[in-house]
């Protein structure tokens, strides 16, 4: 066998063309609802020693106060099903949990209390653990056919979103004295 063998023969695509991956298609509205919140409560269930590692609440207080937010994560999965408006998940699930704990609101003053003890960057440890292990064969592709120029592209991003927070946390703070 020789290289010319080995050389495929028909039109060669360039390094960056990204048509030949299997893309799944990913459709909001088709999200399985009780395997989703299974996983929210297996996340929940984890965030519990990582909370008693991180605050001085006790067991109960973490227990109630992940148990509000996943309510908010029920009332954001079943709105992003339900409601005709294509709004990702994670958009819905905030908007809820801005609802329930805005302070004008007659029912923040219940809700607050609740879920003002958790520490939401331990709250993210499992989220971005189980994010590092996620990367399929197919995102390593990817970023194998990108080569450099996501590199340029991710610290662009991080810059301008590093940038972009500062300069409205600058106005806020400029703006309430």
Do not use: N
């Not at 973490?62 to 509000?68: M, N």
């Amino acid at each position: 066998m020789t290289t010319a063998d080995a050389t495929p023969t028909g039109p060669e695509l360039p390094k960056d063309d990204l048509t030949d991956l299997d893309f799944a298609a990913g459709d909001e509205k088709q999200i399985q609802l009780l395997p989703t919140l299974r996983d929210v409560a297996i996340v929940s269930l984890i965030a519990v020693p990582i909370q008693m590692l991180a605050t001085d609440l006790s067991v109960i207080d973490i227990v109630i106060g992940l148990a509000v937010l996943y309510v908010m994560c029920i009332g954001g999965l079943l709105l992003t099903k339900y409601v005709p408006l294509r709004l990702p998940s994670v958009a819905w699930i905030s908007l809820v949990a801005i609802l329930f704990t805005l302070p004008m609101l007659p029912w923040s003053g219940a809700i607050l209390p609740l879920v003002s003890g958790i520490d939401f960057l331990a709250l993210a440890v499992p989220p971005l653990a189980y994010a590092g292990f996620a990367i399929s064969r197919m995102e390593l592709d990817v970023m194998r056919r990108s080569g450099w120029k996501i590199l340029i592209i991710a610290f662009l991003v991080f810059t301008g979103t590093y940038v972009g927070s500062a300069l409205i946390a600058e106005i806020t703070l400029r703006v309430t004295g």
